[in-house]
């Protein structure tokens, strides 16, 4: 087992440092956008996290983490000033491919301290920094997406995708009743998954896809942007201040027709792919504007992350991990939530301006994607490879 995860690990790490070698030294350091940090200061806090977890917190050995705290952690540095405090990208990433391996030699040989220490139980650390990094790994790509955007590669669009006016989904029964919320798996679950409880639903339904990208051109095309009723006093002041008119990712060729930026580059947009790119105003706006064009969808709504939860544990939930998904409740903590193994991973988001999404995106690991997961952002966020799915209730 430990050596299954070791080698996770070691993989990450090579992920890691494949996306920084698309940059060169100056991208390596840019913040591309206000709420990431640049690309280099990722790969560096990862390897000072596990350092930090495996050397100073087990072994008692604060020799690395002590003089690079001010950079890595993030309390201690403002994200505009990580990347000019990098060293050169070489220099960097050798650094640290040689911490990583060196770290990996002490999970290998097991030290007495390591074995015996609480926190190693059940390989809890090792499972904790690989989830860590997982996310990492998703934000690093988010940043390679903001740098694409900002780069504005074209593409000119021969067969545009076109407007779908006759919208239509197929839902999936689940009946209600009680149900167990949460990760039963205690050393791979994040403290916001804890501890599992007993919740009551009623019957509901839940569509078989998420929304796609030619349903949300009809809502662009039915001056969904444009339009007040659609849209909460919050989300039309930020869709007014920002000037929004379509997804984040999707810009428009010469002749005015949709295109993708991806984490590479500019791509064709495909109608039945799934849309990513919006944030939770935008969401709530293309839900009541369906409510009031389709009477068959009057009672259309977000998911509340328990339904989700419940759906894809039962393994009837379709096309789950092709954008986040946002779920109409706010992030909160579980009755009898305990922060662990520090305060600033859940606790603070706890503020009723976090809703909680669910699934994954195309750049979501494999050890976060479990049905008991739950991400969470502001609902003005966009950049996070998001997207939404319908419920309904059943009467």
Known sequence: ???????????????????????????????????????????????????????????????????????????????????????????????????????????????????????NKHNYILKFIIQHHSQHIETMAMVLAQRQLQLKPTLTINQPITHNNDISYDFQYYKGGSFTIGNLVTPEAFDNELPPQEIELDDFFLANSPVNNQDWLTFIGDDGYQNKKWWDKDGWQWCCENKVTQPETWLRDQRGNFYEISTTGAKELKSENILSGINYYEANAFINWLQENFSQYSRARLPHEYEWEVADKSGELKKAGEAWEWCENSFHPYPGFAA???????????????????GGSPHTQASIRRSSFRNFYNPDKRHIFAGLRLAMPTN
């Open 340 to 358: 662990f193994p520090y305060d600033n991973y859940s606790k603070p988001w706890f503020d009723n301006n976090h809703y909680s999404l669910k």
């Open 1 to 119: 087992m430990t050596e299954d995860l070791l080698k996770t690990l070691k993989d990450l790490h090579l992920t890691m440092h494949s996306m920084a070698r698309q940059l060169n030294d100056d991208e390596y350091r840019i913040q591309y956008h206000q709420d990431l940090s640049p690309l280099g200061w990722h790969v560096g806090h990862c390897v000072f996290i596990e350092s930090y977890w495996l050397r100073d917190v087990i072994l008692g050995d604060d020799s690395i983490t002590s003089d690079l705290d001010w950079l890595y952690i993030p309390e201690n540095i403002l994200k505009p000033k990580r990347g000019p405090a990098l060293p050169y990208i070489d220099e960097h990433l050798n650094w640290c491919n040689k911490l990583a391996n060196e770290n990996s030699y002490i999970f290998e040989q097991a030290p007495n301290e390591l074995i015996e220490h609480p926190l």
